[in-house]
Each structure stands twice: as structure tokens, then as C-alpha cells.
């Protein structure tokens, strides 16, 4: 089922994806990672590849407002 929420639909190929936060390869498919926080008045994403990828990431949030 494709998530009508979603930007990445099903027929998103590897040019138009999202790139990876960590490693710049192309973000899709079931191990697809998103993290999206507030700040301020804008919501922020981060895409990932994988769970690898995700858990290899510096969490800039963190360091939001300081």
C-alpha cells in the first residue's frame, strides 16, 4: 500500500529519491529510515538508507538551540 502521506511513492527511482543523511546513496525502499522533528515553524527531515545508517548519524537535534 502506498502511503498517500508519503513523497516516496512506488514508482520513486534512485535519481528523484531522497539521498541518505549519512552516506549520500539513494533512500527507498522497506529499509528506508526518516527522522523529522519542529524546529521552530519548519519541520526538518533526515532520510537514511538503512538502520545502519540511521544509528551512524550525528543527531543534530541535539544541539538545537544551544
Do not use: I, K, Q
Not at 535519481?15 to 526518516?34: I, V
Amino acid at each position: 500500500m502506498v502511503d498517500p502521506t508519503s513523497d516516496l511513492e512506488e514508482d520513486v527511482d534512485e535519481e528523484s529519491a531522497p539521498r541518505c543523511a549519512t552516506c549520500g546513496e539513494p533512500a527507498l525502499g522497506a529499509d528506508r529510515r526518516t527522522v523529522t522533528w519542529v524546529d521552530g515553524d519548519d519541520a526538518v527531515h533526515r532520510n537514511f538508507c538503512s538502520e545502519a545508517c540511521r544509528g551512524e548519524w550525528t543527531d543534530e537535534r541535539h544541539s538545537v538551540g544551544s
